[in-house]
């Protein structure tokens, strides 16, 4: 093991802290008069506009009719690595439909959106939507039912799927 | 020849000895060599309908399914060439015409032979132009079953089951080509006492059970090898279970036993061991108010307490058929050797009926060790009759009551009025695993000590069964890691201290039970630590 020393022959601080000065004016001139390029956001007020594509919280997507897509296969809890999927599945009274999550809860606490789920859905139920601030007070609820999933104001009644049920019949899948 | 001699044959280049008369199949499943089997069954007649069991047999030009022919001396069978994947590969494609696929949703994932198989063979890329036929889909069957026609492979296996082993025909093969689809017949659904074994050995998701149907995916549950104690009979069986507890039981191959099936009513005994009926803390009734719930332990040191005081006289002791042949040592022996009583009763729950037996497997005695219990109170020269019982409480010569109580409750119809013919006793300790109604709702002058106790899945012992055949087993999970086994209790109740076991080191990370013939794809391998960890 060897020990570095540090010969730092030039005693001299004032130097370095007036280039450091410098520099900081430099900024605070650039960014004085030319806004546009500025790094920073006065964050409450300015939010920064991510892609539509940004993996954030979570969304349950329904059917055509507003019912919820997914049929409770449970590979989404399968496949998560944080096991913070909860779901409950039930008989449904249409046969064509025949299972359906009664209970779909994600403790958002835990979820480390990674987007697993998404991968791991064959019915493109579950997808990561473009929503990522949802602070909430001390003591908030973070485990988040099928109301909030799937028809949370944000949703405006609920992202469609791609695939219906209908469709796939028809297509005789 | 007679029919036990041996043959050579080489299957796969290892050259086997198998007995005259066997078929291919058989050859190959007893000695861990894998071939899909659909329509096969070891414990019903050959159908040869799935044609997936196809082995390539030297000096033959074509493929043959091997349920359906016997091995001959000298046969040189293979079930790897690629002339024997192809045609297992078409095969699967032709089943698959009308299979929806629809693994996500179907209960069976996981635990489905054609699953594996189109995992391992699939054609994922179907080369039928026409569109799927669609079928019913959620059949009510009967009582217990539900039936789902497109996944229907239509092997044959339940239609056989009910006309070979139940004997009550009620499926049957409906309407002809693509149409035709299991069914039962107008006003006769499927309702008998084994239905749910049509279950089990569907291959496929078509037929499911009403009482385990989307409790569960089967990949959350564990398994362990265990004995029915649902009756006399001592089927041997598997349970599932998770953190949660325990899911369903399903049947276990024991010749000597049960073959391969078991009945509905064994399939309801895990619904007593499940923790909203079990009862968690031991718990004290005295000077007319329950005393709050203690640990189980020192609800027994109490007892303990309580009963030094007493002569060995006004001691008695009652016994149900329901604890194992180690239970019933361990109690006999201290309350012999530390309270000297011999008061020691049998309660038999249902007496009139205990030597019927409906020809397969149901035996009136729903005890799974009346057998043992007999034996050790012979033993040890106890013959009580109940009636001394009854006496002893009502002339309050017997004051100390000591009960091991049923676990499996549903087949004790007399329980209410015993628990009242119990506490007529001045002190009565109560051991039992499910939470009594009448003991919760006691309110008398007695003392009433209740204290859990373990379920049969949940320690180690022996059951012995009608014939006198000892079978032991092994814990398979604890739902309640507080309630006693019978042995603790037995040995904290005399005063004893109890030693602590641990587990060996690596117990919890090997397997319970492996197949011989587990499937080993990569794709599984690659989600091993999902097998081996399950979600315990």
């Not at chain 1, 060897?2 to 004016?25: A, C, E, H, M, Q």
């Not at chain 1, 099928?146 to 005789?172: C, E, F, M, T, W």
């Not at chain 2, 069991?53 to 069978?77: H, L, W, Y």
Request: glycine share 8%; net charge neutral.
């Amino acid at each position: 093991m060897s020990v570095v020393t540090k010969n730092n022959d030039n005693k001299w601080y004032l130097p370095g802290i007036l280039i450091g000065l410098g520099i900081t004016f430099k900024h605070l001139i650039k960014n004085l008069f030319n806004k546009k390029q500025m790094l920073t956001l006065n964050y409450p007020e300015e939010k920064y506009e991510y892609s539509s594509r940004f993996k954030g919280n979570h969304i349950l997507t329904v059917k055509k009719d507003g019912a919820i897509r997914c049929t409770a296969c449970m590979l989404c809890a399968t496949n998560c690595p944080a096991d913070c999927i909860k779901i409950i599945a039930s008989e449904h009274p249409d046969a064509q439909v025949e299972k359906f999550p009664i209970a779909y809860e994600i403790d958002m606490l835990r979820c480390v959106f990674c987007g697993y789920c998404e991968e791991a859905c064959p019915v493109d139920a579950i997808r990561l939507g473009p929503e990522w601030q949802t602070p909430g007070l001390n003591g908030s609820n973070f485990i988040y039912d099928i109301n909030h999933l799937a028809y949370r104001p944000a949703l405006k009644g609920g992202i469609q799927s791609v695939l219906d049920d209908q469709d796939r019949h028809k297509a005789g899948i | 020849m007679s029919p036990t001699t041996l043959i050579k044959c080489t299957i796969n280049g290892v050259e086997l000895e198998v007995a005259q008369g066997k078929t291919i199949i058989q050859a190959m499943t007893e000695n861990a060599q894998r071939i899909a089997h659909y329509c096969w069954h070891p414990g019903l007649s050959i159908a040869g309908v799935c044609r997936l069991c196809m082995v390539e047999i030297e000096g033959n030009p074509r493929v043959q399914i091997a349920c359906n022919t016997m091995v001959t001396d000298g046969m040189k069978i293979n079930n790897t060439s690629a002339k024997v994947k192809d045609a297992v590969k078409w095969g699967l494609d032709f089943h698959l015409i009308n299979h929806p696929l629809d693994c996500p949703v179907c209960d069976q994932a996981g635990e489905c032979g054609l699953q594996d198989q189109y995992m391992e063979y699939g054609k994922y890329d179907p080369e039928m132009a026409e569109p799927k036929q669609r079928k019913r889909k959620v059949v009510d069957l009967g009582p217990t079953v539900v039936l789902d026609s497109e996944r229907c492979i239509l092997c044959s296996r339940c239609v056989r089951f009910t006309n070979e082993v139940s004997k009550t025909n009620e499926l049957g093969i409906f309407s002809r080509g693509d149409h035709s689809e299991i069914g039962t017949h107008d006003g006769k659904p499927l309702d008998n006492k084994y239905s749910l074994n049509t279950v089990d050995i569907c291959p496929v998701g078509a037929l499911t059970s009403k009482d385990f149907r989307f409790k569960q995916r089967v990949w959350y549950l564990k398994d362990a090898d265990t004995i029915c104690n649902g009756c006399s009979t001592g089927c041997n069986v598997k349970v599932y279970f998770n953190k949660e507890g325990v899911f369903r039981v399903k049947p276990r191959f024991n010749e000597e036993v049960n073959g391969y099936w078991m009945c509905d009513e064994g399939r309801d005994t895990y619904k007593v061991v499940n923790k909203e009926v079990r009862l968690l803390k031991g718990q004290k009734f005295a000077n007319g108010q329950w005393l709050p719930e203690m640990h189980a332990g020192t609800a027994v040191k109490d007892a303990y307490q309580s009963l030094m005081k007493a002569a060995a006289s006004e001691i008695a002791v009652v016994l149900t058929g329901q604890h194992t042949v180690e239970e019933y040592e361990a109690i006999l022996s201290n309350f012999q050797n530390t309270f000297k009583t011999k008061n020691i009763f049998h309660w038999v729950n249902n007496p009139e009926i205990f030597e019927e037996f409906d020809g397969l497997l149901l035996r009136g005695d729903k005890n799974p060790n009346t057998k043992g219990l007999l034996q050790i109170l012979e033993k040890n020269g106890i013959k009580n009759p109940w009636k001394n019982l009854e006496d002893g409480l009502k002339s309050g010569k017997i004051t100390h009551l000591v009960v091991f109580g049923p676990e499996n409750i549903p087949v004790f119809p007399d329980l209410t009025a015993k628990v009242n013919l119990f506490t007529t006793a001045k002190n009565l300790i109560y051991f039992t695993a499910v939470n009594i109604q009448q003991l919760r709702d006691y309110s008398g002058n007695n003392t009433v000590t209740k204290i859990p106790l373990k379920t049969y899945v949940e320690k180690e012992g022996t059951f012995i069964n009608f014939k006198g055949l000892a079978q032991k087993f092994k814990r398979a999970t604890t739902l309640v890691s507080e309630a006693l086994t019978g042995v603790e209790a037995a040995q904290l109740i005399a005063g004893h201290e109890i030693k602590v076991v641990g587990h060996p080191d690596n117990s919890l990370l090997t397997p319970a039970s492996t197949r011989k013939d587990q499937v080993t794809l990569e794709h599984r391998k690659k989600n091993e630590f999902l097998f081996t960890r399950g979600r315990l």
